[in-house]
Structures are given as structure tokens and as C-alpha cells.
């Protein structure tokens, strides 16, 4: 029953900014670690950004400076906020969760986005 839902992908010139989403939903007892990855086409998916749930955040190298993880646990939703978009940042984006199900019988499990394709060209 629990899935993650993205959006916000798009097509953007390069130096724009792009916003994504991920929304948790279903019989959630708690969300915990949260994440997005990317695979551009060619190379290996990569961890781009990660946020804990007392909002510790990290971020893949080529990244920092420009990209901002961020949640609202109110939603169970995390976002990306993207800026100054370079053509190396074209991929599909996956979110990540680590997520409790509303369950007896269930321990914490590992769910993904279906992804969203982001574009960063002129």
C-alpha cells in the first residue's frame, strides 16, 4: 500500500532552477531516511542528495552549492530544489525512502519514486 509519488521533472535551459517532489503515501507508520538518485544515460546511478530524519542532509560533490534536499514530515514528502542546472545534471531522478509500514508484521523497508526525467538543455 505505501508508495512514493514524483513530480516536478521537466525540460530547463541551463542556470534554471527545477523543484521535485516525492510524497509518501499509504499505511505509513513512519518515514524515515529519505533520498534522491539519478541516472543519466551512459553512466551509473548515483546518490545525489540525502536527508535524515532530524534534517541532517548530504550531498554528492558535483552538487553542493546548487542543489537543497529538504522534508516536510507533516506531508511525508521531500523535495530537491535545483538551481543553476547544468547539462550534466540531465537524468532520471528517483526518490528514496526508508519507510516503517503501518504494520505488525513488517520492519522498515526500502521504496522508490518512479521517477522523473529531468532535461538541461539549450
Known amino acids: 500500500q505505501v508508495q512514493l509519488v514524483e513530480s516536478g521533472g521537466g525540460l530547463v535551459q541551463p542556470g534554471g532552477s527545477l523543484r521535485l517532489s516525492c510524497a509518501a503515501s499509504?499505511?505509513?507508520?513512519?518515514?524515515?531516511?529519505m533520498g534522491w538518485y539519478r541516472q543519466a544515460p551512459g553512466k551509473q546511478r548515483e546518490l545525489v542528495a540525502t536527508i535524515t530524519s532530524g534534517d541532517n542532509t548530504d550531498y554528492v560533490d558535483d552538487v553542493k552549492g546548487r542543489f537543497t534536499i529538504s522534508r516536510d514530515n507533516a506531508k511525508n514528502t521531500v523535495y530537491l530544489q535545483m538551481t543553476s542546472l547544468e547539462p550534466e545534471d540531465t537524468a532520471v531522478y528517483y526518490c528514496?525512502?526508508?519507510?516503517?509500514?503501518?504494520?505488525?508484521?513488517?520492519?522498515?523497508?526500502?521504496?522508490w519514486g518512479q521517477g522523473t526525467q529531468v532535461t538541461v538543455s539549450s
Open positions: 528514496n525512502a526508508h519507510i516503517k509500514p503501518f504494520s505488525w508484521f513488517l520492519g522498515e523497508q526500502n521504496y
Open positions: 499509504g499505511s505509513i507508520f513512519s518515514v524515515n531516511a
